[in-house]
């Protein structure tokens, strides 16, 4: 672990500008990411613009926690789709087989890449038309870059749009930097935020999973949990996401009983605010799976992903009673023998 904090401060150093409080930004426009069809770019090519949907399809549990917060936070009525302002860091710190981010995003390439400050950001964000409800922060890996959230936050408050905008930002939950790089008064200026909220990426429900996704020590699967615990612990709002791809369903049922626990551990009610993500084969991806030499296991694993999906809702069900699922979650109704 001490190699991958090493890495991660050299990695920070080339995609922070702490004296002119820059971020480096991919854009977007420019990189392979244009092949997926569903991408809409803005902000000459360094914004773009996604679309967040509480519909039930493929027979994947689908969370609405999300989009009922969003239009709630923001005294609006339920809407099942809002469009989010993203915004891309160029560099992470993992590098996951399924990531819908070319390589060369993944990494601080200067030819693809711009310091772009918070102020010109939510200038893009307040002078486009497609949305002005939302903003994620989206990479790479924006943990590693803490800094970025709370120079937005102070930009939305310095034009008094504080209140009228939902922040998020994306955490692969690989690092500390959050507690290591900010003061104790800056953690405070961040948690207290009511319209911030932190989408935290827990890559697998056991350890193998964990080390198939991302190619790190099985160990890393708890030190995630951990991490997940202290930010909760903040107090700030937090909407754990889950990838559920893995080669070997093994002992499905107690991994994921286990799975639910930990979530559990850290609060009760934590499994009903978790995304389950699907993983799709996007352009991207399918290169990837292409090229790769573990390429019937990432097929397989696709293909898994579903009953691991299907067995989580199972111990929702054996857990809470059908109101509290049905308020957060669009179960699909599986046939019998039907996945
Ligand atoms: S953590 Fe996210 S951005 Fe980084 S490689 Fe994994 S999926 Fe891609």
């Given amino acids: 672990m001490s190699d991958l904090k090493a890495n991660n401060e050299v990695l920070r150093s080339k995609i922070i500008d702490l004296d002119n409080k820059h971020i480096r930004l991919v854009r977007v426009g420019s990189t392979d990411q244009t ?5 809409d770019t803005n902000f000459g090519g360094y914004g773009r613009i996604k679309s967040f949907k509480g519909e039930a399809k493929d027979n994947w549990p689908v969370n609405i926690i999300q989009l009922k917060e969003v239009c709630k936070n923001l005294s609006m009525p339920y809407s099942n789709k809002l469009k989010a302002q993203i915004f891309q860091l160029v560099g992470c710190d993992l590098r996951c087989w399924y990531c819908f981010v070319p390589n060369d995003s993944l990494k601080p390439n200067e030819d693809i890449s711009d310091w772009v400050s918070a102020e010109e950001m939510i200038d893009a964000f307040v002078n486009q038309s497609e949305t002005n409800q939302l903003i994620d922060l989206s990479g790479g ?20 749009i504080e209140d009228k905008v939902i922040l998020w930002s994306e955490d692969n939950l690989s690092s500390d930097m959050f507690f290591e790089k900010l003061s104790k008064e800056e953690i405070q200026e961040i948690v207290t935020n009511k319209n911030y909220a932190r989408l935290c990426c827990l890559k697998g429900y056991n350890e193998e999973s964990f080390a198939f996704n991302t190619g790190l020590n099985k160990e890393g699967f708890k030190f995630q949990f951990e991490r997940l615990k202290k930010l909760y612990d903040t107090g700030m709002i937090i909407y754990p996401y889950v990838t559920m791809t893995t080669p070997n369903l093994g002992n499905l049922k107690n991994d994921v009983k286990t799975f639910v626990d930990k979530l559990q551990d850290i609060d009760e009610k934590l499994p009903l605010r978790t995304i389950l993500v699907q993983i799709k084969e996007y352009e991207i991806t399918k290169e990837r799976i292409e090229a790769s030499s573990r390429k019937s296991l990432e097929e397989q694993s696709l293909i898994n992903q579903l009953e691991v999906a299907k067995v989580f809702m199972d111990e929702l069900t054996d857990r809470y009673s059908k109101d509290e699922i049905a308020e957060n979650i669009l179960v699909p109704t599986y046939e019998s023998g039907e996945l």
């Avoid at 092949?35 to 991408?39: A, E």
């Avoid at 890996?141 to 008094?160: H, S, Y």
């Fill in 35 to 39: 092949k997926d069809i569903q991408l």
């Fill in 141 to 160: 890996n924006p943990a590693l870059v803490p800094e970025w959230v709370l120079w937005m936050i102070r930009e939305l408050r310095k034009r008094n």
